[in-house]
């Protein structure tokens, strides 16, 4: 990775600005009733997560800051100290990562991914009380991960934006979000129904193969979708 003190990472932008846009839902509002409402998924993604997506195009513009990927100015503003560009484009990957990890229709893991889990935790059941534990003990706000440090699983919780994007080796492989906005209307503070509604009914399985899968060195993760370049002023 290069310093982020060097032009590589840091420029005046002579044709402009880098815009992300805010990648759509993988799924209709109503898909993931009655675990999550429409109102939930629409004031979630259409005001939280947008505001997150429009203040780091904000921030961005106004730093001259350049980077091929989102997941680049995570790592550089991280290690800059960017706390402000860090925390917005965190938040719209974190967020992005989020959806990914919900499906409509419940699945279970399958393949290498399963004998992984089987290894670190005994079972899928173990599993989900670990992740469980994890998230309802999670103080304040943020989030639960299931990640790979190659091939080994771990969950763990990160506060406010943080994420695991930003450190070296390690593949995120599902996410939920712990903040109070992301479930308040549907389950009032009762974060503990919040999270085993979720694991049980909402998990991404086939997408988290695909990021394990990613660890392992076949193929590659889920990135954030590539950002266009504004037109100068």
Sequence with gaps: MADPRTNETRAQLDSGSLVFALPPLPYGLKDLEPVLSAET???HHGKHHARYVETLNRLLAEQNFTAHTLEEIIRVAQRSGAKGLFNNAAQAWNHSFFWESMAAKPSQPSGPLADAIS???GSLDG???RFAAEGAGHFGSGWVWLIAKHDKLEVISTH????????DGVTALLACDVWEHAYYIDYRQDRATWLASW???LANWRFAERQ???ALGRGEPWHYPTPTTAPGK
């Design 41 to 43: 998924l629409e004031i």
């Design 160 to 167: 406010d934006a943080a994420t695991p994007i930003a450190e």
């Design 119 to 121: 290894a670190a935790f």
């Design 199 to 201: 694991w049980n009914k």
């Design 127 to 129: 599993l989900g009380q």
């Design 212 to 214: 394990y899968g990613a």
